[in-house]
């Protein structure tokens, strides 16, 4: 089993920053994909950013040039550093991680949410 336990949610004004943390524990071979997503009441959730164990990143249209995702792999955490926010930022936002897990000596894949931490951009 792998947890993940996001951090760093609140309340701040339009144009502020917040940074969100999550870090995973557990029984990690290896992380491929972390990555951060949001739903809003009533809404789908949507990928907001993701970034992968060689580097690579994607990011959603809405939050390119103001967000920006970090990892450090050696604390097995993603980072997700919001800028200049929007009311329309206002969510939940969920972290997600993917990779290989083990158990009594044989590996399997994983994937994993963590519990959600809430996001409000105040106008």
């Known amino acids: 089993q792998v947890q993940l336990v996001e951090s760093g949610g609140g309340l701040v004004q339009a144009g502020g920053s917040l940074r969100l943390s999550c870090a995973a524990s557990g029984n990690i071979f290896s992380i491929n994909a972390m990555g951060w997503y949001r739903q809003a009441p009533g809404k789908q959730r949507d990928l907001v950013a993701a970034?992968?164990?060689?580097?690579?990143?994607n990011y959603a249209d809405s939050v390119k040039g103001r967000f920006t995702i970090s990892r450090d792999n050696a604390k097995n955490t993603v980072y997700l550093q919001m800028n200049s926010l929007k009311p329309e930022d206002t969510a939940v936002y969920y972290c997600?991680?993917?990779?290989?897990?083990?158990?009594?000596?044989?590996?399997?894949?994983?994937?994993?949410w963590g519990q959600g931490t809430q996001v409000t951009v105040s106008s």
């Open positions: 997600n991680a993917d990779g290989v897990t083990y158990s009594s000596g044989s590996y399997y894949p994983f994937g994993s």
């Open positions: 970034i992968f164990s060689g580097g690579g990143t």
